[in-house]
Nanobody, 119 residues
Framework: QVQLVESGGGLVQSGGSLRLSCAAS????????MSWHRQAPGKERELVAS????????TYADSVKGRFTISRDNGKNTLYLQMNSLKSEDTAVYYC????????????WGQGTQVAVSS
């Protein structure tokens, strides 16, 4: 069965860095579009960054451009999010998502990892 397991979250001071990982299993990782989302308390889940199957195409939310970098290692079935210059407003639970871009367009979520940035 499909599993997405995030790790790397924690408490960090404003201006610090964290690297999130998402280990994937149960599907052919190299053929699936991947993304990171986050949900802060009292807010809706939002897209942070996405990456295509080859890793050469990426998109970012305006709020994280220039600070976050999404990447993937298809040989290790792992998705990453390097987060630099963290701000208090980055505090949220971060989720890994896998989505098929063709029918039946299934989507899977990880359980999330908490990131807390102290000011």
């Amino acid at each position: 069965q499909v599993q997405l397991v995030e790790s790397g979250g924690g408490l960090v001071q404003s201006g610090g860095s964290l690297r999130l990982s998402c280990a994937a299993s149960g599907f052919t990782f190299s053929t699936i579009h991947m993304s990171w989302h986050r949900q802060a308390p009292g807010k809706e889940r939002e897209l942070v960054a996405s990456i295509n199957t080859s890793g050469r195409g990426t998109t970012y939310a305006d709020s994280v451009k220039g600070r976050f970098t999404i990447s993937r290692d298809n040989g290790k079935n792992t998705l990453y999010l390097q987060m630099n210059s963290l701000k208090s407003e980055d505090t949220a639970v971060y989720y890994c998502n896998a989505e098929e871009r063709v029918w039946p367009r299934r989507s899977w979520w990880g359980q999330g990892t908490q990131v807390a940035v102290s000011s």
